[in-house]
């Protein structure tokens, strides 16, 4: 196979989610309602999500609200047990280091390993809705890979570097039932605690018991 036949096949396994990612956002928000965004503590963050199997009308009324919410509370990526919901889908609207805008839905999300060459380590800072007002440094690779589905139930592969990697990976790690800051040092998640201790957040949270 001729180099070229090969790279567009090795293109298309990809979805192509930076056309039109503005005005797909915006169609979700018009429908949808936000919802109070759950924080750390809250049993539904700390277990694996159920898996979705069916992809409804339900389902695409959560990731409405899923984008709705993640806008009033200025995020680049949402979870849905980050509004409550134990079910394994994210939404994002996030750029990349070039600055272009990515946005989607992935349902059951699972992340691909990558090659040892692949797997360059990138140490910025990170934050998380459910941790309000925190941020620390943590090191993950600077490419991602994540296969699952779309809201209709087709098979999809996103992939995404720099800070979009760092958001595909720290979402589907939340429908794991991991926070970023259960990747930290002790001393590190600490901080980040009382950072959120301190803080107010901007948008609405949900109590925790
Ligand atoms: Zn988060």
Redesign the pocket.
């Known amino acids: 196979m001729a180099q070229h036949e090969h790279d567009e096949t090795a293109e298309s396994r990809f979805i192509d989610d930076t056309t039109g990612a503005r005005d797909r956002v915006e169609a979700h928000r018009a429908r949808g309602t936000a919802r109070p965004i759950t924080v750390v503590g809250n049993p539904v963050l700390h277990h694996e999500c159920q898996d979705v199997t069916s992809f409804d009308d339900g389902l695409a009324k959560l990731v409405d609200d899923m984008f709705s919410s993640m806008e009033a509370a200025e ?1 680049v ?3 849905a047990n ?1 509004i409550g919901v134990d079910a394994k889908v994210f939404v994002y609207d996030c750029p990349d280091d070039d600055g272009v805008r990515h946005s989607g839905v992935v349902v059951n999300p699972v992340l691909e390993d990558l090659a040892p060459d692949q797997r360059v380590l990138d140490d910025s800072n990170e934050g ?4 309000p007002t925190a941020y620390a440094s943590l090191a993950r690779p600077d490419y991602a890979v994540v296969r699952g589905q779309d809201a209709e139930g087709n098979a999809i592969v996103v992939r995404g570097s720099g800070y979009f990697a760092r958001c595909l990976q ?2 589907t790690d ?1 429908l794991y039932g991991y ?2 800051i259960d990747r930290l040092s002790k001393r590190d998640r600490k901080d980040a605690l009382r950072q959120m201790e301190e803080g107010t957040p901007k948008y609405e949270t949900v109590p925790n018991a």
């Open positions: 995020g990526g949402l979870a980050q998380c809705l459910s941790v720290h979402e939340h926070l970023y």
